[in-house]
């Protein structure tokens, strides 16, 4: 609790920040951001190589964990679809291409934006940020209540990068190699679900 | 996405080559970079008017669309993974 209350306030902090302009614009913090993410994979990676009981766990996961992504896709659009109807005047395909953003928020938006204009866009960005933060905050009840598999797949397509060390953290070690090839099928299904959803009509 | 596989790789083979050692500081620092990417991820959202100007409208429909799928998604991670934990009581989805 104490860890997700700092992360939120470093977050809160970014966006005070942000809206304030105290710091340079966009493009160079895109920069930096990138970097950091870098780093984090970097430490990651190193967390995974220094443990050589990982290389047995790669080769005993049980083949059942590869229909993750796939519980991941099709629990995601099946609710999708049903809050559409809470939300009357957006289309089935209006909610189920921002659905399959699977929390991928830049590439999901630029791509709604694109195909159903700005502002369906903004609500892209939003649930897809929503969704990892979410994800990075939530990541410990999730697995109390429902399984350490529960933040991988509301992780989407970030459990390859960003949320990868949460999960890490709190569905432990074994999980990493789940996480990474989760994260690797969701990531690349979006861009083609996110398209075939916004050219339906 | 290639160069995000290969930093991870590179950082798995210089875990392996360190394998003999606790590196007991990576931890840490994987906590203060997700404190900074956290932050950043706030400037950016900060930085844009289009977030900042929708957030009032359209943050409640963005928050019914994100909660409902993820609760979508977790229904059906949690079906699987009482499948497999049914089967077989290896940890970590682990065959025994």
New interface residues.
Partial sequence: MK?SL???S????????????W?P??NA??N??FW?????????????????TMLK?FR???P??M??PL??I???????A??SI??PH?SLTD?LA??SGFGYYSLSSIFITQYRG??LG???????????????LGAPL?VKY?????P???G?ATT???TL??I??CS?Q??VI?S?FHGFLV?FSVPFLVTFFCTLD | ?L??VA?????????????KRR?RI??H???V????????????????P???G??RD??L?????????????????????????N??R??????S
Avoid at chain 1, 36 to 52: D, K, Q, R, S
Avoid at chain 2, 90 to 95: E, R, Y
């Fill in positions: 860890g700092i992360i939120i470093f977050f809160v902090l970014g966006i005070v920040c942000g809206v304030m302009h710091l614009d966009l913090l895109g930096v951001s950091t993410l870098c780093g984090l994979l970097f430490c990651v990676g190193i967390t995974v190589g220094n443990n050589t766990t005993n996961l049980d059942r964990l229909l993750l519980m991941t099709v629990g995601t659009l099946s609710a999708t049903i809050a809470g939300l957006r909610c921002i659905g700005p502002e903004t609500v892209a960005l939003l649930a897809n940020i929503i969704r990892e933060v979410f994800t990075l999730l429902f399984g350490p598999l529960a991988i797949s509301s989407g390859m990068d960003t060390p949460i890490t953290r432990g074994d999980f789940v990474l990531d | 996405m160069k995000v930093i991870m790789l590179s950082g798995m083979a210089v875990g392996y080559l360190l394998r590196l990576v931890p620092a994987v906590t970079l997700i404190w900074a990417l956290l932050f950043f991820l706030g400037v950016e959202a900060g930085q844009n289009q977030v900042v929708g957030i359209l943050g429909e963005a928050l019914w669309l994100s909660l409902t799928g993820i609760a979508g998604t977790v229904l059906f991670s949690w079906t699987l993974w009482r499948w497999i934990s089967g077989k290896g940890k970590g989805g682990l065959k």
